[in-house]
Structure formats: C-alpha cells, structure tokens
C-alpha cells in the first residue's frame, strides 16, 4: 500500500514548492507473535495471568534501563521508532538496549512498525 503526504512550503527564494513524500507500508512484515509462546511467558508475572510481553516507550528506556535489564525481565517487544528516538538522546542507553536484544534469554524484541500496515 502506498501512502503520501503532500505539502506546500516556501523555498529561499520565495518560491512555492510541493513536496511529496511517499511511504509504502507493507504486510509481509513478520511480528513473530503467531509461534507459540514457551510456559515460561506465564510463569513470569504473579500479576498478569496468562502470557504476555512489556512493551516499553521511550521515557521507559532512557530513564528505567535498570529494571529491564533485571534478569526477571522477559519477553519484550521494542518499536523501532522507540529504538531510533533512544538512539538519538542516549547512545550509551541505545547499545545497553542492542545487548539486551542480542541476549537470546531475555527474549527482547524489535518489531519494524514505520512500515508495518
């Protein structure tokens, strides 16, 4: 599916121009979610019955790396905008998180949503 978003502004010159920006957001994007989940997902939270995933915002990332990187913390799914928007205020917090996410244990997750339908 193809999406676009246009808009006029004024060049230097004074000039107006159009821009066109086009964006193709896409099905075949695999979440993962469809394959079962291990007992352990439920065994995780005396809280929250059933499996479940954390999914975390940026203000979560950048100021409660702590809790997430707790051993307890399991099954995580991170947005890429959220992942880009970290990366951008706080590197040292972006590689904290890309060491969780390579952490086959922890089981944390990035999920491509700019071009997800």
């Known amino acids: ?3 676009n978003a246009e808009f006029y502004r004024v060049s230097k010159r004074g000039h107006l121009v159009k821009v066109i920006r086009e964006r193709y957001l896409r099905d075949d994007i695999e979440t993962g979610l469809d394959q079962p989940l291990p007992d352990e997902a439920s065994k995780i939270s005396k809280i929250v019955n059933g499996p479940h995933f954390l999914i975390p915002d940026t203000n979560v990332l950048l100021h409660q790396m702590d809790i997430l990187e707790d051993e307890r913390v399991k099954f995580c799914i991170i947005t890429q905008t959220v992942l880009e928007e970290v990366r951008g205020r706080s590197i040292t917090v972006y590689k904290r ?4 996410i390579r952490n086959k244990s922890k089981a944390f997750f990035v999920y491509i949503n ?3 339908r």
């Open 1 to 3: 599916m193809l999406t």
């Open 97 to 100: 998180i890309r060491d969780l």
């Open 114 to 116: 700019e071009f997800s």
